[in-house]
Every structure is written in structure tokens, then in C-alpha cells.
């Protein structure tokens, strides 16, 4: 089994990455950890079904369309909306998948698990490991 630190590293050693429930309020997570990734020079694409645009960013309604496939997602959304997106990135072929603190629930690590991911779900925050600037 995976140490924490080497789960987190390998889902940072790839890109691009998508930020399922990117938020277009920057004080909500879902937009700060979107910012992170942009400050720290990453690819990310927005997925927000009811966004057009989030940071300047074209947003997409859901990982299937994507115009690339992405490495990995941070997952910031209610835990039952978690459990959906795992089936959806299962069937992306996504191979690692970062819960936001809140955003877990046991059911969506097991079926991400299942499905052979690399799972983050510690509490570890994208924010804190790759440092982030709220002031930017």
C-alpha cells in the first residue's frame, strides 16, 4: 500500500488536471483550489455544468467533454455528488483522484479504489501542499 506522501506525489507528477466542482465565487473552494493550480503553472480544466467561464478559463459541463483526457481531479463537491463523480471519471479512464477535505465520503473512496485509482482522502488540502496565495 502506498505511503500518503507518494499518493500525493504521483497524482502531481502528470497533467493536465480538472477541478470538478469549480466555483466561479472566488471565495469558495472549488475556485480557490482552480487558482492554485494556475499559480503553481498547471494545466486545469474547470467542470462546473453551469458555468461558461471560471478565471478566464472555458468551464465544461462534466469530465466526458474534456478535450484532452486529464491525469488527475480534485473532487469539490457534496460527498453523494462525490460518489457520481467517481463512476464518471471511472469510465474517463482518470487514473487519480483528490478529494477537498469535505468532499469524501467512504462509498466514493471504495468505488475510486475499486476502480483502481490513486486516492487522496486523507484531509490532505491541494491549497496547503502546493501553497497557495489567496491575495493573487
Request: glycine share 8%.
Amino acid at each position: 500500500m502506498m505511503k500518503q506522501d507518494d499518493k500525493i506525489n504521483a497524482f502531481l507528477n502528470g497533467s493536465p488536471f480538472a477541478v470538478v466542482g469549480a466555483s466561479t465565487n472566488r471565495e469558495k473552494y472549488g475556485n480557490k483550489v482552480l487558482r492554485c493550480y494556475l499559480q503553481n503553472g498547471r494545466k486545469v480544466f474547470p467542470i462546473n455544468p453551469r458555468a461558461e467561464v471560471i478565471e478566464g478559463i472555458p468551464a465544461f459541463a462534466d469530465l466526458q467533454s474534456l478535450p484532452e483526457p486529464v491525469h488527475g481531479i480534485s473532487v469539490i463537491t457534496p460527498p453523494k455528488v462525490s460518489e457520481q463523480v467517481v463512476e464518471e471519471a471511472a469510465r474517463a479512464g482518470i487514473k487519480h483522484i483528490w478529494f477537498q477535505p469535505g468532499a469524501e465520503s467512504p462509498t466514493a473512496i471504495e468505488k475510486a479504489e475499486q476502480a483502481g485509482m490513486n486516492v487522496v482522502a486523507d484531509g490532505s488540502c491541494i491549497l496547503v501542499v502546493l501553497g497557495y496565495d489567496d491575495s493573487v
